[in-house]
């Protein structure tokens, strides 16, 4: 089912050129330098790299939180870098999932009351939102639990929670930010296993931020950043052995992992 | 926005018990001091307001009620021969000294009219009648002094400025403003009461009337016209003169204005206080909404969502205390009136209030950078 009309392989993002620098005084933090990239549904892209290496300062500026300081962003299509600060949070409800290494669960709100509220915010209200949020704590295998408060979920169960609240606005796209790194095993790879299945059989384009290695074999692409560049790109497992397949049929292909080009 | 409004608001009970306390504290110091400044107000002039005159002749230059100076009863007779006047009464106030039984001595107002005239009388006389006041020294007070005063029943025995008197009836809810209880006599008595030199030809004020389809501004200025050394004003004039001498030139209503304001302010600063520490403590929240999408506006909703409950919740509470402290009020020596008018002023003084307050919390989601929520 592709998200939100998009179809399978389509360039939701669109970035070129994008760079980031934090000003204090007379000192200059380059935290992104010329980044080019594309990202598509049906795919689980994780952008990997150390710490300050400009993951979170991307994803932010993907996510249309930041403002980039140089270059051009298009998000389905349409140039949010020439768009005004008023109409972002516009393209966030309308394009963008958000999931964050905190959950950031309202403690106040039951599950299905979280959700709820992100329906509200896009306009949805009464008996209609209520339904919905009951069918994506179920899309999410949490439908025992939409009457739970935050404090009485697991960590595994509060992230799904925080997916299925992602997914009101029915996004192509979904950006998380170390969404397994507070999580046990089970759950961490019970919270990748749902946001592959959203990249792959849903259609949406799923970008995290991660530096958990347990999640890499789930990734379609990993992009390393280093000091605020993209360093490398590489098929994830499965791209790769889909690809060597390939390479048996087609043996002058070149190799998958190359740096800088996506 | 309405339930994370209401949830937000009342999921920490401690803090919102403490909003609520200082609304509530805010409100109620609001009300007695609005309660006591339109108390003392009315107060001030209420033997104007009730003395179904429509205008009153005064010595020129008395500027209120309670220092009426006297003049010559010719005056008297040049209204009653003024066309347009249907009535006219002279009516007297002056201060006096009533010996209590028991020797001692309490200042105290004496107001002479003519019973029966209509014109200047007590009202609201709840033992005795007014009737009753055509006897030989005899006096009404109110029952809020009897204690002051040293009467309990009517036939009690007392001296007025060294006259013999007699107590004849009580009213109840006539206030002094000053510390001079009135004491209602025939106008004949009330000059034995307070100048026993003087001639029965002098009165402090005289009541008029006007007749039928006369104007009483009209008449006013007719008989401006014909008298000399004597103000004329309409009883609406008089009284609002009075009520402003007493409450502006005095001072005392300024006080009370005063300490009006300060409930206000304290109750802006509480409930404010409060809201933003609360805003405080979901400042990720709200970081997460605008992340998602969610305009200021929207915030600003829960906000302000959050203050109109605390309003509403503050304000029925704060209603609740004044009813008991008004009642409580009526027996003592200084009323605090609450007319429906004040309520429903109050109930939307609450809602700007509760909003002034939450303008502190709304300024600091406004700067909220959504950023924050990928920050740890």
């Known amino acids: 089912m592709p998200a939100n009309g998009q179809l399978s392989g389509s360039k939701v993002i669109r970035a070129k050129g994008l760079s980031k620098i934090y000003r204090e005084g007379a000192t200059e933090l380059r935290a992104l330098q010329e980044v080019d990239l594309e990202v598509r549904t049906g795919e689980l892209t994780l952008l990997m790299g150390p710490s300050g290496s400009g993951k979170t300062t991307l994803l932010s500026i993907l996510g249309c939180i930041l403002r980039a300081s140089d270059g051009k962003l298009e998000v389905l299509g349409e140039d949010v870098s020439a768009l005004p600060e008023r109409e972002l949070p516009r393209i966030r409800r309308e394009a963008i999932g958000f999931v964050f290494q905190g959950f950031n669960l309202f403690p106040t709100l039951t599950a299905a009351e979280n959700v709820a509220l992100a329906l509200d915010v896009r306009g949805l209200r009464g008996a209609r939102a209520k339904q919905r949020a009951e069918e994506l704590l179920d899309e999410v295998g949490l439908t025992q639990k939409a009457h739970s408060f935050p404090a009485d979920l697991s960590g595994g169960q509060k992230q799904r929670v925080a997916i299925a609240r992602a997914l009101a606005g029915d996004p192509p796209i979904l950006l998380a930010d170390e969404p397994t790194a507070a999580l046990d095993s089970t759950s961490g790879r019970t919270v990748i296993e749902l946001l592959q299945r959203l990249a792959r059989a849903d259609g949406r384009a799923v970008v995290m931020v991660t530096h958990d290695p347990r999640v890499l074999s789930f990734g379609d692409r990993i992009i390393h950043l280093e000091d605020g560049r993209i360093v490398r790109e590489e098929a994830g497992v499965t791209k790769a052995m889909e690809a060597s397949s390939f390479l048996k049929v087609l043996p002058a292909e070149p190799a998958m992992s190359h740096e800088f080009s996506i | ?376």
């Open chain 2, 1 to 376: 926005m309405g339930l994370l409004a209401r949830r937000n608001l009342f999921h920490d009970r401690v803090r919102f018990a403490v909003t609520l306390t200082g609304i509530v504290f805010a409100l109620v110091l609001i009300i007695i001091q609005f309660g006591l400044f339109l108390g003392f107000t009315t107060t001030t002039s209420n033997n104007i307001d009730h003395s179904n005159a429509d205008l009153w002749v005064v010595f020129h230059g008395v500027g209120y009620f309670d220092t009426g100076r006297n003049f010559s009863e010719r005056k008297f007779y040049q209204v009653l021969s003024t066309p347009g006047v249907e009535h006219a009464e002279k009516y007297m106030q002056a201060f006096a000294r009533w010996k209590r039984h028991d020797g001692r001595v309490e200042n105290v107002q004496v107001i002479g009219f003519h019973p029966g005239s209509g014109l200047g009388e007590p009202w609201n006389v709840v033992q005795g009648s007014v009737a009753d006041l055509t006897q030989e020294d005899s006096v009404i007070v109110d029952e809020l002094y009897r204690d002051k005063l040293g009467v309990e029943k009517i036939g009690d025995r007392i001296e007025i400025g060294e006259h013999r008197a007699r107590v004849v009836g009580f009213t109840r809810g006539i206030r002094s403003f000053t510390t001079s209880p009135f004491v209602y006599a025939k106008f004949k008595n009330s000059l034995d009461y307070t100048n026993p030199t003087s001639q029965e030809d002098d009165t402090a004020y005289v009541l008029v009337k006007a007749a039928a389809g006369v104007k009483p501004e009209e008449l006013q200025a007719r008989l401006r016209g014909r008298l000399t050394d004597v103000d004329v004003y309409t009883a609406a004039e008089f009284s609002r003169k009075t009520r402003f001498y007493w409450m502006f030139t005095t001072g005392a209503g300024l006080a009370v204005l005063t300490a009006a304001l300060m409930g206000l302010i304290v109750g802006v600063a509480v409930v404010a206080q409060t809201i933003y520490a609360a805003t405080m403590d979901h400042i990720r929240e709200y970081g997460t909404l605008k992340a998602m999408g969610a305009t200021n506006g929207y915030l600003y909703r829960v906000l302000i969502e959050q203050a109109v409950w605390s309003a509403l919740l503050g304000y029925g509470l704060a209603m609740i205390v004044a009813h008991f402290i008004v009642r409580a009020s009526e027996k003592g020596g200084a009323v605090i009136l609450m007319p429906w008018s004040m309520s429903a002023g109050l109930f939307f003084l609450a809602i700007v209030m509760c909003i002034a307050a939450a303008l502190v919390s709304i300024n600091k989601v406004t700067r909220i950078d959504p950023a924050m929520v990928f920050r740890g």
